[in-house]
């Protein structure tokens, strides 16, 4: 069974950056596409960026340009780096991941977290001045 502890979070000034953290535990993550997402209270879950077990990226167009995505298989984690943070960055983050024999990176490209089955617990980021 996948599981991951996420960390990096913490409370950022407007324009700084954080780098997040997921480590894997319970399988390597090359059998895994892999993406961060975030939620805020009351609202929906959403994908922020993805990546394939082929190491292709996607990025929401609210963080293109920002936020980099990366895997490090050999340390089994994952991490996100936040450049540019602005207050609407403010959310939980959670490292999500699903296993390539159950979904081609076709299925999973949009980050949509539905179709993404192991999650960690969340990191909080809070953006402001």
């Known amino acids: 069974q996948l599981q991951f502890v996420e960390s990096g979070g913490g409370l950022v000034q407007p324009g700084g950056s954080l780098r997040l953290s997921c480590v894997a535990s319970?399988?390597?993550?090359?059998?895994?596409?892999i993406g961060w997402f975030r939620q805020a209270p009351a609202k929906e879950r959403e994908g922020v960026s993805c990546?394939?077990?082929?190491?292709?990226?996607t990025y929401a167009d609210s963080v293109t340009g920002r936020f980099t995505i990366s895997r490090e298989n050999v340390q089994n984690t994952v991490y996100l780096q936040m450049n540019s943070l602005t207050p609407e960055d403010t959310d939980i983050y959670y490292c999500?991941?699903?296993?390539?024999?159950?979904?081609?990176?076709?299925?999973?490209?949009?980050?949509?977290?539905?179709?993404?089955?192991?999650w960690g617990q969340g990191t909080q980021v809070t953006v402001s001045s």
């Open positions: 999500g991941a699903a296993d390539v024999t159950a979904a081609s990176w076709h299925m999973v490209a949009s980050c949509a977290p539905n179709r993404y089955d192991y």
């Open positions: 990546m394939s077990s082929g190491d292709t990226r």
């Open positions: 319970g399988r390597s993550l090359v059998y895994y596409h």
